[in-house]
């Protein structure tokens, strides 16, 4: 199982934001660039880079150091989400460097465009579904819509997906805890893998998604817990290193 560190870039800044909150915000850096150094240093092996003006916003707005990243670390997967809405983004994304693309609210405001995409790049579509209380958020986590979750996330199977970031928004960056329970449900309704995220701040927690990575929990993301400390990334990922060789 991956850990996957997530660095959120806001105004050209390395932030996180409280359950998706753009006006709370803690600035943890203000070279991501560096940011991603550090993780990669302390083993990690694949990279969340969101582009939060993006997800705003509608189109990408920290495009450039995104691909200064790819360009750098060339050798490192990375999935870049916010803001990609069409065609010319995923292409660009992907002609820079960058393995996987995560399509959130176009997936749900429009369906038929993972389909598409899928198609046009496939290999390299993740869909990221963002929810509260089995229904998916949109915009940034700005709307919520009246989608269920699993309904949405096997469609998408069907599409072609590579795999489900599933992020349960009432945990993200709250510091208390991943959602087992509706990770646990999601995989075992699907077939592709999920990745999960929102409240992963602690051993506990990374223990407690090795328990279910036989279900098809590919990695988990986290990121205020490895900003803040209360989740040790090196330690973290010594110790998943070491489940996965007893597996």
């Not at 709250?174 to 990770?183: G, H, P, S």
């Not at 929990?217 to 290193?241: C, H, M, P, S, W």
Request: net charge negative; proline share 3%; with cysteine.
């Amino acid at each position: 199982m991956l850990l996957i560190p997530a660095i959120d870039i806001k105004d050209g800044k390395c932030v996180r934001l409280r359950q998706g909150r753009m006006d709370d915000e803690t600035i943890y850096s203000n070279n991501p660039l560096d940011v991603a150094s550090r993780w990669i240093k302390e083993g990690a092996k694949r990279l969340h880079i969101v582009d939060l003006n993006g997800a705003v916003n509608g189109k990408p707005g920290n495009a450039d150091i995104i691909h200064s990243i790819a360009e750098t670390y060339p050798d490192i997967i990375l999935q870049v989400g916010g803001g990609i809405r069409d065609e010319d983004t995923i292409q660009t994304y992907l002609d820079a460097g960058v393995n996987y693309v995560i399509i959130g609210t176009r997936a749900v405001t429009t369906p038929h465009f993972v389909s598409d995409v899928c198609l046009e790049f496939p290999g390299h579509i993740i869909v990221g579904l963002d929810a509260r209380d089995g229904k998916l958020a949109t915009e940034g986590w700005s709307k919520l819509s009246n989608h269920d979750v699993v309904d949405m996330a096997q469609r998408f199977e069907d599409e072609g997906v590579v795999s489900i970031i599933f992020t349960d928004i009432g945990r993200d960056g709250m510091m208390n805890n991943v959602n087992i329970e509706a990770t646990l449900n999601l995989c075992r309704q699907i077939t592709i893998p999920v990745i999960a995220s929102g409240g992963v701040s602690n051993m506990d927690d990374i223990k407690a998604l090795c328990e279910i990575a036989g279900e098809g929990v590919e990695g988990a993301i986290t990121g205020r817990a490895i900003y803040e400390g209360t989740l040790d990334f090196a330690t973290a990922q010594k110790y998943l290193n070491a489940h996965i060789k007893k597996t």
